[in-house]
C-alpha cells in the first residue's frame, strides 16, 4: 500500500465512525489530521515513522486505548497535547521515544489513565540510535497497573502512585560505573512512588548501591503482598532482605535466580512471622548462599504452607540435585504445615 491510498483508507474509515484502527507502516508516512479529531476511535494502534507536530489539533473524545511504536515526536509539546486530548484514555502502551531533540522529557500527564506499558528505545533524527538521553516524568494519580522496561535513563521520575496495584519494573542501566551512586538513586526514589503497590515484579542490571544512599532508606510497603525478582535480578540483594523488612503482609515470594544472600541484620520480619505462606525458588544450583536462604525462611516463616524449589538441570548433575533435596529436607522448618516441593 502506497502513502496516498492508505490516508484514503483512513479517511474511509474515519468517515463510518470507525472505533478500533491499527496503522503500521514501514516507511515515513503522512497521517490526515482527521485522525486526530476522530469522535469514534476507542482503541488506537500507530507502529509507523509518522511525525506528530505540535500544530496539529488533536481531540479524540472517545479513545480509551492508545499504543503508540516509532512515531515521531516534534516536541516534548506536541506529545503532552497528544495526551491531555485524550480526555478519557485507560491504556497507553508506549515504545521506541523518536525524538528531534537529545534532551526530551517524555510527560504522561493523565488523570484517567489506569494502565500503562513503557519500553523506549530513543532515536535521534539524523544522529542514529543514542540512549539514556531521554526523560521520563509520570504524572497518573488513577493508575493501578504500570510495565516499564528500561525506564532509568536520564532520568525517570513519578508523583506519588496511590492508585497502583501491579507494576513490572526493569532498571537497566547503561551509564559508566561511576554513576552508579545516581543510577541507584533513582531507582530508590522511584520505588518511594510505589508504596502503595500490591503486586511488585523487579529486574535491573548489575550495580551498587552505595551504603549512605541504601542506610537513608526509609520506604515501606504496607499493601505489599506478592514479591517477585526476575531471572536477571542482579541489584544489591540487600533489597531482598530490605524489602522483607518492611513488607510486614507480603505472602508470595518468588525469586527466580538467588545470586546473593545477606541476611536482615535485625529481627525476623513480621512478614515471615505472620503472612508469608508461599515461596518459589527457580534456578537452584545449590550454591551456599541459596542454602543459607532457604535455611533462614524455612526456619523463621511460622506460617509456610509450600516452598517450591526449581532445579536448574544444567548447573548440576542428579546426585547434586539428590544431595541438595536431602539437604534442604533436614533443615529447621518453623511451620510444622509447610510442604517442600522439589521439581
Known sequence: MIEYELRAWIRTAISRSVRNTEICFNSNVYLPQCLFTCKTLVDLTLI???????????????????????????????????????PVLEELIMGSFVARSSRMCFYVCSPTLIRLTLYPSLKLVAHGFYRNRYRVKIDTPALRYLRAYEPISEDFSARALTSLMEADIVFVNEAPIE????????????????????????????????????????????????????????????????????????????????????????????????????????????????????????????????????????????????????????????????ELVFH
Open 179 to 338: 554513576r552508579d551512586a545516581i543510577h541507584s538513586r533513582n531507582i530508590l526514589e522511584f520505588l518511594g512512588r510505589l508504596y502503595n503497590v500490591k503486586c511488585l515484579k523487579l529486574s535491573t542490571t548489575p550495580m551498587k548501591v552505595p551504603d549512605s544512599a541504601f542506610s537513608a532508606l526509609t520506604i515501606r510497603f504496607p499493601n505489599l503482598t506478592k514479591l517477585e525478582l526476575a531471572a536477571n535480578w542482579r541489584v544489591d540483594w540487600r533489597f531482598l532482605s530490605y524489602i522483607l523488612g518492611n513488607a510486614d503482609n507480603l505472602e508470595v515470594l518468588i525469586i527466580h535466580k538467588v545470586t546473593c544472600w545477606i541476611e536482615p541484620p535485625h529481627q525476623v520480619p513480621t512478614c515471615l512471622l505472620s503472612h508469608l505462606r508461599t515461596v518459589t525458588i527457580s534456578l537452584f544450583e545449590c550454591a551456599e548462599h541459596e542454602f543459607e536462604l532457604i535455611s533462614y525462611i524455612l526456619r523463621n516463616a511460622k506460617v509456610l504452607k509450600r516452598m517450591d524449589i526449581h532445579f536448574e538441570l544444567h548447573g548440576i548433575d542428579l546426585k547434586g540435585k539428590f544431595d541438595g533435596i536431602k539437604r534442604i529436607s533436614l533443615f529447621e522448618r518453623g511451620s510444622k504445615t509447610c
Open 48 to 86: 509507523c515513522p509518522a511525525d506528530i507536530p505540535v500544530s496539529f489539533d488533536v481531540y479524540l473524545p472517545a479513545l480509551k486505548k492508545l499504543a503508540l511504536g516509532i512515531v515521531m515526536y516534534e516536541s516534548a509539546e506536541s506529545f503532552s497535547r497528544l495526551l491531555s486530548s485524550c
